[in-house]
């Protein structure tokens, strides 16, 4: 053989090896996901990607708009309220399966009913089982939803964790029918899933018109699991993603600067707080069942700084467990502004002029935590560290053996305080402030549906939560996007980009 | 020799049992299990829910015992993260990384002798200086960091090889590369040490009287002999490239067994770590039992000790 047929062999062997790229000539968007989609189901999966996914492939009966707050008809073409725990849905009409075959009333009792039961073992049934009494299809297009008490997230939990199935979708009671081979209704239909390669998507062109959802745009979608940052910044340079999200700060910003590349920075709807044992459930006499020493833990954390210099994007201070914008979160509250000094006197005031030492328990962001400490020793007080697996840090927290936890709260990505009742909530292992008051009126809140009379509750449940200084409000999370300069793409208010909006530029 | 491998072969379960044992104590006594697969904003109510589901509510010995009775049985079980049976995760895995480790071996070995044997022709030359700092260098270099670099140069600035995935031949070079680079050194200094000793030899030196031209001495006489004792290291590096496999993986996006290890960690996905753990260590024991016996073949000394 000849060097030249050699070299002609290569060289045939490397085109022909070479992969095809995602770019508009192709009508194919390639988004890298950093974790793998498990199931195409979104009913078994509460991870932020398939939330993602979900969005594209399935459609509920409302659909929230985010500009206003309420929550509009998506595969109902509208809703009546028949009294305060009933509610009747009006189907489209002309809706469809991806496979062609109609959507009817029959598929949304189905839904309901599968997800309401605890042997479905869905991941979304537990938020509607306490309050779903039944679904019930009056004629072919209205379907009735009753509630067993008023329950005023009915539509929140309608439009965010009942997705909408063919009736028989799960036979013989299967679980997993839907985890590989998907069929919905929503604007881009699965073509192919190969778990660890990714998932191919390819716009619905039955998908209905006039709904809140937008129609795709883009022809295909291919989600694509890369876990390393830097083999995304790679792909990103070299034309083979267009799109990623929950990009590190630093990271986002390097790729900001790339002519290549946009940096689009968006809030997310997850707050970072610490929940102080101020009922004395790890230890009856500990220093933080003292209001004045919450306080001063309180005043003693520079938020200021800690979102400046390492939440970055669009992070913001907090100082109720909650986002501006959020139905519910009333933002009077007491504010503890950065003030060592203040701090100190509180801690004397309390009877620890030396300060203590307690354990503070966390599973997220190392460097916040440490900084958190590092202001707390300013004033005399040691949080002993205890970074933990998130998993070991709900074990101690369901032995009632924490002093001090961290968490962080997405509010399933939906925009009402009552989101976050279970931090508030009798019972519930999360609430470590045991306050009557404050567990009566998010109670309360949670049982009508007078939208005035329970803004009016969580103001007065929030305001007293910040007096007492039971939490520790730090942070909202800030969301980075990276995308290429060839697609168009919002940062979502609410955290949840919707890759069916974007575009080629 | 039969009563050498028994003991050898005893010795292998017992350690894969003790690997068994303390992963799968590691994997549910550390935390929460029901908490790490219900995940962050889970209800207390799905918590419990999956406590029952999968079972973690039951005494830890019982759970153990039932597993070990599975993978006797050959089944085992189902992975919570992937809706799968475990099984079907490794048989679909298997391929890419078995790709991957079979390419970084090649690799290994290629560069490892002939370099250790370039090395050896002329100790202390130029051309010995290099191979040994570019032994070093590869032994210093982390894995991850290298394949970013080549990603760099040869995915993005020259675009000759594919930055991610595993749909093509082109694919694995870099990721072969990076792995098979990385135990260059330990081949390249066995190489070079036995073929200076093998050429300083009286048998050597007689084959070279016999006027036995430079080429046939290197490779029939000088080399034979100089490889015996890699083999055994080579035998182990597959382990290795297994093993290493997990962090190559996730840098070049391949969908192979080390990437899985990787997203059922953190999907805390227990069934399939646990099995994943448990391939990995047989691997390495049943590896480890080959080399012992083929010394002992090798070496009659061994099987007296």
């Given at each position: 053989m000849s060097i030249k047929s050699i070299l002609l062999a290569s060289a045939l062997a490397f085109s022909t090896a070479l992969p095809a790229f995602a770019d508009k000539a192709n009508d194919t968007l390639v988004a890298a996901f950093?974790?793998?989609?498990?199931?195409?189901?979104g009913l078994y999966s509460t991870s932020r990607e398939n939330l993602i996914l979900s969005y594209l492939t399935s459609d509920q009966l409302v659909e929230i708009?985010?500009?206003?707050g309420e929550y509009e008809g998506a595969l109902a073409e509208s809703y009546t309220?028949?009294?305060?725990r009933t509610i009747d849905f009006t189907l489209r009409e002309g809706l469809t399966f991806h496979d062609g075959a109609p959507v009817t009333v029959e598929d949304i009792v189905y839904s309901f009913d599968w997800i309401a039961?605890?042997?479905?073992?869905?991941?979304?049934?537990a938020f509607i089982r306490g309050w779903f009494d039944s679904a019930v299809a009056v004629d072919d297009r209205t379907v009735r939803i009753t509630a067993k008490n008023p329950y005023p997230l009915m539509l929140r939990d309608i439009a965010v964790f009942v997705l909408t199935r063919k009736a028989?979708?799960?036979?013989?009671?299967?679980?997993?029918?839907?985890?590989?081979n998907f069929n919905g209704t929503g604007p881009y239909k699965v073509v192919s899933f190969d778990m660890g390669a990714g998932v191919t998507l390819e716009r619905f062109d039955g998908y209905y018109s006039g709904g809140p959802k937008a129609a795709g745009s883009i022809e295909n979608i291919v989600v694509r699991p890369i876990p390393d940052w830097g083999t995304v910044t790679a792909e990103l340079l070299s034309g083979g993603v267009n799109w990623s999200f929950n990009v590190p700060d630093d990271t986002a910003k390097d790729l900001g600067n790339l002519p290549m590349v946009d940096h689009t920075t968006g809030v997310s709807t997850r707050v970072s707080f610490f929940v102080l044992d101020a009922a004395g459930v790890?230890?009856?006499?500990?220093?933080?069942?003292n209001k004045l020493v919450r306080q001063a833990l309180n005043h003693a954390v520079n938020r200021e700084e800690i979102v400046e210099?390492?939440?970055?994007?669009?992070g913001r201070v907090i100082h109720s467990t909650c986002n501006l914008?959020?139905?519910?979160?009333?933002?009077?509250v007491t504010e503890y502004d950065y003030d060592p000094e203040r701090a100190k006197a509180l801690l004397a005031e309390a009877g620890y002029p030396d300060g203590f030492e307690f354990e503070l328990t966390t599973y997220r962001e190392r460097p916040i935590m440490e900084a958190v400490a590092a202001d707390l020793a300013e004033v005399g007080v040691t949080a002993k560290i205890n970074h933990v697996k998130l998993s070991a840090l709900s074990k101690s927290r369901a032995e009632g053996q924490l002093e001090a936890f961290q968490n962080a709260w997405g509010?399933?990505?939906?925009?009402?305080?009552?989101?976050?009742s279970n931090y508030y909530l009798?019972?519930?292992?999360?609430?470590?402030?045991?306050?009557a008051e404050v567990q009566g009126w998010f109670k309360a809140a949670l049982e009508t549906v007078d939208q005035d009379e329970r803004a009016a509750l969580y103001a007065k449940a929030l305001k007293k939560v910040a007096d007492e200084a039971y939490l520790l409000p730090i942070f909202q999370y800030s969301q980075n996007y990276v995308h290429s300069v060839d697609v168009t793409f919002d940062a979502p208010m609410d955290g949840l980009p919707r890759l069916n909006e974007m575009s080629w530029k | 020799m039969l009563k050498f491998i028994l003991k050898r072969l005893a010795l292998g379960l017992a350690v894969a049992f003790t690997v068994s044992l303390a992963t799968f104590l590691m994997l549910n006594l550390a935390a929460d299990p029901a908490s790490m697969v219900a995940?962050?904003?889970?209800?207390q109510e799905a918590i419990e829910q999956i406590r029952v589901q999968y079972g973690f509510d039951r005494p830890l010995y019982v759970r153990f015992f039932e597993w070990i009775g599975q993978l006797v049985t050959g089944d085992f079980g189902d992975s919570y993260?992937?809706?799968?049976p475990v099984f079907d995760l490794l048989i679909d895995r298997a391929p890419v990384t078995l790709t991957l480790a079979a390419g970084a071996l090649t690799v290994t070995v290629v560069l490892g002798l002939t370099l250790g044997v370039l090395a050896a022709l002329?100790?202390?030359g130029w051309l010995d200086r290099f191979a040994l700092s570019f032994g070093t260098a590869a032994q210093a270099v982390p894995n991850f960091w290298f394949g970013l670099i080549l990603i760099i140069l040869l995915?993005?600035?020259?675009?000759?090889?594919?930055?991610?995935?595993?749909?093509?031949?082109?694919?694995f070079v870099l990721p072969c590369f990076v792995l098979g680079t990385s135990a260059v050194p330990q081949v390249l200094r066995l190489t070079r040490t036995g073929m200076i000793e093998v050429l300083g030899s009286d048998y050597i030196r007689t084959a070279r009287a016999k006027g036995f031209r430079p080429r046939q001495i290197l490779f029939r006489h000088a080399l034979r002999n100089a490889l015996l004792p890699i083999v055994s290291v080579i035998t182990i590096q597959i382990g290795y490239k297994l093993g290493g496999s997990v962090i190559t993986e996730s840098v070049f996006a391949l969908n192979g067994l080390g990437r899985l290890a990787y997203e059922s960690i953190l999907g805390a996905d227990i069934p399939t770590v646990q099995m994943l753990v448990f391939f990995f260590a047989l691997v390495f024991i049943i590896l480890s039992i080959l080399g012992d016996i083929l010394n002992a073949w090798l070496d009659p000394r061994m099987r007296v000790e």
């Open positions: 950093n974790k793998e989609v498990q199931t195409l189901d708009n985010l500009e206003t309220w028949v009294d305060d039961d605890e042997n479905s073992k869905t991941r979304r049934g028989g979708s799960y036979a013989d009671g299967n679980p997993d029918a839907l985890t590989q790890s230890d009856p006499e500990g220093p933080l069942t210099f390492l939440v970055g994007g669009s914008g959020m139905f519910g979160c009333d933002v009077d509010f399933y990505a939906t925009p009402d305080v009552g989101a976050i009798e019972g519930s292992n999360r609430n470590l402030n045991h306050d | 995940g962050e904003d889970a209800t993260y992937w809706k799968q002329k100790p202390n995915g993005v600035t020259f675009p000759i090889f594919p930055v991610s995935g595993d749909s093509t031949w082109m694919h």
